[in-house]
């Protein structure tokens, strides 16, 4: 949806389609000279005065990142600077991820509020009680008034990295799926097809209602089956969505498997030559971050070498640093026995 179709009634969560607005959300941001993996650990880290013990939080995960910052004794002054410090790391969020800055202004005019059960009446309101002072929402729309009036502008493209591992026609970046270059990504999605939160709200959000629209029509998707859409406002020109199980179900990881097969090969029956997955399963589906890695990369390998002729190259999309790290183990793993050829660049 963009600008001018909102209807001007609030966003009052930051889920599904709104996760972006999300200190959770995943999304690289560089501050005072490191990288973090989302604006929860960037945060959390400017409670420290140490820079080794800041640069710790870039290695770890939201949920991971609040609970050390919880642990930590925060400078004395800490209650007077933190708005500050939130104002810091949003500008940095969204000044570092153009896509991020585009999706904040169509949000237009609404008011956003970080409704939350959990009590915290500073950053957020209650969603029950609607009492709160909201500051979340009042720097996100502060700052979207700043990209509205010119006064902050966002960077040409974002940061991030990219390992390729030639010899086996696979990369692994830690990118945003729904900015990826590939011809098609692979959305993790769930039966309904009608959008959900993690990557599958993402995607329909940079995708459009169209894409909405198109799965309508498709009638839902089984655990480990495939079907493709048009990509719509994304790069990517398809869209392939598919079901992976939840862990801990019987004959999941063979579905799992079935997942990663039934893209590829519909992809190549429509001719696709690049296709992004993430890593599916690993997110609200419960996998641990090693076993889905390998059950993926064994998947995808798999049908690479029964189709040798294809020219399809696959990339591994993979934002989490835990799940990145267990990812970029199994692949040098499998490129030390398959290939000396490795390489590893930051972009851009
Ligand atoms: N590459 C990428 N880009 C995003 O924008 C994402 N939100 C994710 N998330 C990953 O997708 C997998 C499925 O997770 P959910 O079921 O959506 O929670 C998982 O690997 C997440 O880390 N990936």
């Known amino acids: 949806m963009r600008y001018y179709e909102t209807p001007r009634i609030s966003i009052d969560r930051f889920v599904e389609e709104y996760e972006f607005l ?6 690289r941001m560089e501050l005072d000279n490191i990288v ?10 400017q409670k420290c005065t140490d820079t080794e013990e800041k640069r710790v939080f870039s290695q770890l995960d ?17 209650d007077r600077v933190r708005r500050r410090a939130m104002e810091r790391v949003l500008r940095a969020k969204f000044l570092q991820n153009p896509e991020l800055a585009a999706a904040l202004l169509d949000t237009g005019d ?25 500051h979340l929402g009042l720097l996100l729309m502060a700052l979207r008034a700043d990209l509205r009036a010119g006064r902050l502008v966002p960077a040409a493209a974002n940061l991030y990295h990219r390992a390729a591992f030639p ?37 329909h959000r940079a995708a459009g209602p169209e894409l909405r629209a198109e799965c309508r029509l498709l009638g839902g998707c089984r655990t480990g089956e495939a079907k493709l859409t048009k990509g719509y406002r994304l790069k990517a020109a398809h869209v392939i969505h598919t079901v992976g199980p939840v862990y801990g179900g019987p004959d999941g990881d063979e579905a799992l498997s079935a997942c990663y097969q039934n893209a590829l090969e519909l992809a190549a029956a429509h001719h696709i030559p690049t296709i992004a997955f993430p890593i599916l399963s690993a997110g609200k589906f419960g996998y641990p971050p090693q076993k889905a ?19 399809m190259t696959v990339t591994f999309s993979c934002v989490q640093p835990a799940l990145y790290a267990a990812m970029e183990k199994t692949l040098s793993r499998l490129a030390r026995r398959g290939s000396s050829a490795l390489t590893s660049d930051p972009v851009p």
Not at 114 to 126: A, I, Q, T
Request: charged share 20%; aromatic share 8%; glycine share 10%.
């Open 22 to 27: 999300n200190n959770f959300y995943p999304c």
């Open 36 to 45: 973090y993996p989302n604006a929860e650990a960037a945060y959390q880290a």
């Open 62 to 78: 939201p949920m991971a990142a609040k609970r050390r910052g919880r642990a930590l004794s925060p400078p004395p002054d800490w």
């Open 110 to 134: 609404r008011m956003l509020q970080e409704g939350n059960g959990w009590h915290d009446l500073y950053w957020g309101v209650d969603l029950k009680t609607g009492a709160g002072e909201n």
């Open 167 to 203: 010899g086996l026609r696979i990369c692994l970046e830690d990118r945003d799926i729904t900015c990826s270059d590939c011809a098609c990504i692979v959305n993790a999605a769930n039966e309904t097809l009608l959008g959900g939160s993690g990557v599958d709200g993402a995607i």
């Open 293 to 311: 890695a390998e059950i993926a990369v064994a998947a995808v390998r798999r049908w690479l070498e029964a189709h040798p002729e294809s020219p």
